[in-house]
């Protein structure tokens, strides 16, 4: 017997029944990024690797080990997009969207592929929907990319049971600023902190205060805190976005070691976990980002955005409250006769126009069979056809959940089942 191909470790296969949660958790993303008057944005799957490299950082985890990369035949080297915020910048640049608005705010969703190792809330193609907004510089573009997630959480009915997570990590100046108090700090026990930590201390510090090395988490602790280090224009642009926050009633809670996995981040950044998950628990992250639109060879542009973990937010909808999972079929044809087979398809068809979510048998079953097949699709109604129906033009129309029958001809199923629905 052939072998069974397995699915690749780490990738999941989304299955009909499921789809239908992705769909509704869809429609909601998609009705709040119209009420924020975000545009969607469809970049593609692969990209060159030199685009993440440089775009996300060659110290991340990303960059460092997470990337599928390949070549192809033309031997340049290509990556499947492990984020989408340096391919949207990316298309931004190359498509002139500045000379369109001064402002950009794009939104996007689709599969993201990272190498990491698998578990629950971890996997290697992952889907994220996501926002950009590229162009201002002020807070209330900061605190308008936090109140649209904030918005779909609402939509979703889970806002209680999540933590909005907020810190700046400042401008350039006040990042250097704090680079040498933190070094300053950490200097005296550089040989007790974790073998990734020590080789970051001069690289990137401030991700130490990511470390999951227990006597990393330890020692930072008591670190000087970024808050403290930020110069004027950086303390006045985040206490501003907080006031917003207030005034909009967001509620969040400054986290002072957070500082973010990717290099690109200046003044605001958050992150929302939940605790209806385990270990993984961000459901959405992001920040500021003001100079990576220049960085990538566009011009001084500055941006803000944030993803979140479609696989993550459906965890935490599940554990709340199912979206919905009720069939949507309106109507089985159940058929009996062999004439039929051939005349069924066109009826089936027209109403299928008319607007009606139909389906019946291509099996050849006994009616039997077809009442129980059309019973297991939750089928609101079944029209049944015999040879002595479809010569008076009628069929009999059983509505499952009432059990009433009645006779109908083939153009007035339609009115009568819109008008019960
Ligand atoms: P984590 O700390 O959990 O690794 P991250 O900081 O790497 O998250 P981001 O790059 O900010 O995550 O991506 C935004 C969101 O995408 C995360 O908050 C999470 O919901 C989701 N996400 C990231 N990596 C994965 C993955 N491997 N599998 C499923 N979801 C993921
Ligand atoms: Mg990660």
Known sequence: MPQKVQRV??????????????????HVVKQVMDRFAFGEIRPPIFEKTELFARGVGEDTDIVSKEMYSFS???????????????????????NNLQQISPVQKLWYEGPMFRQERPQKGRYRQFWQFGAEAIGSPNPEQDAEMIALFYAILKELGVEKS???????????????????????????????LSETSQRRFESNPLRILDSKAPNDIELVQDAPKIRECLNEVSATHYAEVLKMLEVMEIPYVQDDLLVRGLDYYTHTIFEFTSDALGAQDAICGGGRYNDLVKDLG?????AIGWASGIERLLLVVEA???LMAESGLDLFLVVQGEELRVKAPKL?????????????????????????????QKARYVAILGEEEYDQGVVQLKNFSTGDQEVVLFEKVVDIIDEKL
């Open 9 to 26: 470790k780490g990738v999941n296969d989304i299955l009909p029944q499921e789809a239908k949660q992705w769909q509704a958790l869809e």
């Open 72 to 94: 192809d035949m033309s031997k340049s080297s290509l990556t499947l997009r492990p984020e989408l915020t340096a391919g949207v910048v990316r298309s931004y640049i190359q």
């Open 162 to 192: 999540v933590t909005l997570k907020i810190n700046s990590v400042g401008d350039s100046e006040s990042r250097a600023n704090y680079r040498s108090s933190l070094q300053e700090y950490l200097r005296p026990q550089l040989s007790s």
């Open 298 to 302: 566009g011009q001084d542009v500055p």
């Open 320 to 322: 709340l409250q199912p």
């Open 348 to 376: 089936i068809n027209d109403w299928r126009k008319a607007g009606l979510n139909c389906d019946m048998d291509t099996l050849r079953r006994s009616m039997k069979a077809q009442m129980r097949e059309a019973n297991r």
